[in-house]
């Protein structure tokens, strides 16, 4: 026998993720999933924001990686509060990791929480982990036909980080082509050209980070 | 190489759909897909047989429908499915009522979900 079902086949991590959404709503926490490719500079970038914004907002970060807690310590080291995830292998976070690792992590007096997802620029698009947003980073030496080649994560994200973007001198990179990648089928998608390396275009993001976060505590 | 995790939550609700329907051999699931979930219908396949050899779903037939992706246009909203480039390029989609190009929202198209099963 036919039997209907009409189940959204990733509805459990889905349930977890809105159980996440509602221990960060009452928080007031910010959440920001942040995906990449690997070495495109999540890290760097986090290192960065959490120094130059340390004096003004609290932030904590969980890191996921297959292995190693190398992201963990570098980021450790600017003070935030820091988790490694590490996956043993698996190619993103879902929400029961992000969950079972709350454990460990002292959520009080928090203004963000960011999420660094495992380097990946196809499976973490696909699980919810309680975030408000969804950040993508692309850095000018992949190249500009990325969002066209990968659109999944582009269509998820609310913003786009070009990051390297000082390197663009030494690069036959587009940015047009990849502005235009990515808002053909997203048309919410906010984009900032930025350097974590150098500084340059984070003023941008950071103002973007302020705003959210008042955003967020206002709900 | 998220079809593993995806395939595990699949077999997760064929096994309650067939203990609540009290049914014991599965003949076919199906599932329907979207165009933009980043899922590869052979990875998908492949893990599905893995997870299923040896327990009362081996044999069953996954048939995968592929949802096509459906936007709405960034400018005039007229609602529009893009035709799949050759290769992989996946980025040019004029608007057919208007010729907008960019900005369209997607209104179909990240569909994941188990539509039926048939089992006996």
Known sequence: ?219 | MHEMSIAQSLVKIVREEMAKNQVESLIKVTVCCGRINAVVPDALHMAFEALTRDTPLQGAELDIVHVPLRLACGQCGSHFEPEDGADTVFFHFPCPACGQDIGHEVVQGRELHVESIEAE
């Open chain 1, 1 to 219: 026998m036919e039997i209907p079902v009409v189940r959204k086949i990733l509805e459990s991590n889905e349930n977890t993720a809105e159980q996440l959404q509602a221990i960060f709503a009452e928080k007031g926490i910010l959440v920001l999933n942040l995906m990449s490719s690997p070495g495109a500079g999540k890290t760097s970038l986090l290192v960065r924001t959490l120094s130059d914004l340390k004096d003004e907002l609290s932030m904590a970060v969980i890191e996921g990686d297959l292995q190693t807690s190398n992201d963990a310590e570098r980021i450790a080291a600017t003070g935030a509060r820091t988790l490694q995830i590490n996956t043993e292998g698996a190619c993103h976070l879902d929400s029961a990791m992000v969950l079972e690792s709350l454990k460990y992590l002292d959520l009080e007096d928090l203004d963000i929480l960011f999420i660094e997802n495992v380097g990946n620029l196809v499976c973490p698009a696909a699980f919810k982990v309680g975030e408000d947003w969804k950040i993508t980073l692309l850095s000018l030496p992949e190249g500009d036909d990325k969002p066209e080649k990968y659109p999944t994560m582009f269509a998820e994200s609310r913003v786009l980080l070009l990051n390297k973007i000082d390197l663009l001198p030494h690069l036959e990179f587009d940015r047009e082509r990849a502005r235009k990648g990515a808002l053909t089928i997203n048309r919410a998608l906010t984009i900032f050209e930025v350097s974590a390396a150098t500084g340059q275009g984070l003023k941008a993001w950071y103002d973007w980070l302020r705003q959210e976060v008042l955003n967020k505590k206002s709900r």
